[in-house]
C-alpha cells in the first residue's frame, strides 16, 4: 500500500493539473537539453582529439625530417661530401626527360666528392667476413606532389667492419620503413629499369664504395 501511494502522489505531482504538467516541463526539459549538450560536445570533442592526433603526427613528421636533415649535414659537413645534390641534378634546367636526368645526374655524382645519400636498405649480400654489397633505394615521397622523371639507388661495396657492427645495432633498418643516411663516393652511374605502378620508370644506379652509414630512424614510428 506505502508503495502504491508514493506511485500515486508522483503521478499527481507530475500530472495531476496544470501546475502539475509545468513541474513536469520544468523537470524534463532541462534534462533532455542537458543530455543534447552533452552529446553534441561529446562528438565535437572526438573531432577535437582526431584534429589534436593529426597534429601531433603532422609534428612529429616534420621532427624526423629536420633530424635526418641535420644528420646528412653532419656528414656532409665531416667528409666533405655533397648534401643537396638533388637541387643540383635539377639546376641546369629541365631534366624533363629520363636520358637529361641521367646525364645531369651522373655529372654531379662523379665530380671527385663524395654524396651524402638518405634512402631505404633493400638489399644486403656478400660473405659477413668480406666486403658487403648494399642496395639503398629511394622511395619517392608522397608529399611531394612532383612526379619524378627517373629513379635513383645505390649499390655500394661497404667494408665488412663498417656495415656488420652497424647492422647488429641496427637491425630495423631493413625494414620497409628503416631509412639510412650514408655517404658514398660514386664511380659510375648506370640506367636501369623498373616497373613502378602502372608505368615503367627509369632507375640510375650509382655504383661506389660506402664511406659511412647512419641510422635515420624508423619512418613508420617518427611519422605516425
Known amino acids: 500500500m506505502d508503495q502504491r501511494r508514493k506511485m500515486s502522489s508522483l503521478k499527481d505531482y507530475f500530472f495531476g493539473d496544470g501546475k502539475a504538467l509545468r513541474r513536469t516541463a520544468m523537470f524534463f526539459i532541462p534534462l533532455i537539453v542537458l543530455a543534447y549538450i552533452a552529446h553534441y560536445y561529446g562528438l565535437f570533442g572526438k573531432d577535437e582529439q582526431e584534429v589534436a592526433r ?4 603532422q609534428i612529429r613528421a616534420e621532427t624526423f625530417r629536420r633530424n635526418i636533415k641535420a644528420n646528412v649535414s653532419k656528414m656532409a ?5 655533397v648534401e643537396d645534390w638533388e637541387k643540383d641534378v635539377a639546376q641546369d634546367g629541365e631534366a624533363k626527360d629520363s636520358e637529361a636526368f641521367g646525364r645531369r645526374l651522373e655529372k654531379v655524382w662523379i ?5 651524402v645519400f638518405v634512402g631505404h636498405v633493400d638489399s644486403i649480400q656478400g660473405d659477413g667476413d668480406t666486403d658487403r654489397t648494399v642496395y639503398i633505394d629511394k622511395p619517392i615521397d608522397p608529399l611531394n606532389k612532383k612526379v619524378p622523371v627517373a629513379g ?10 663498417t656495415i656488420n657492427p652497424f647492422l647488429e645495432k641496427h637491425p630495423t633498418v631493413v625494414s620497409p620503413y628503416g631509412r639510412v643516411a650514408v655517404v658514398a663516393e660514386i664511380a659510375r652511374v648506370e640506367k636501369k629499369e623498373k616497373k613502378s605502378g602502372k608505368d615503367d620508370m627509369d632507375i640510375y644506379v650509382g655504383h661506389g664504395r660506402c664511406v659511412d652509414i647512419i641510422d635515420t630512424g624508423s619512418l613508420k614510428a617518427n611519422a605516425g
Open 111 to 115: 665530380a671527385g666528392k663524395p654524396i
Open 152 to 161: 635513383v639507388a645505390l649499390s655500394l661495396k661497404c667494408p665488412a667492419g
Open 77 to 81: 659537413v665531416k667528409y666533405g661530401a
Open 54 to 57: 593529426k597534429k601531433v603526427e
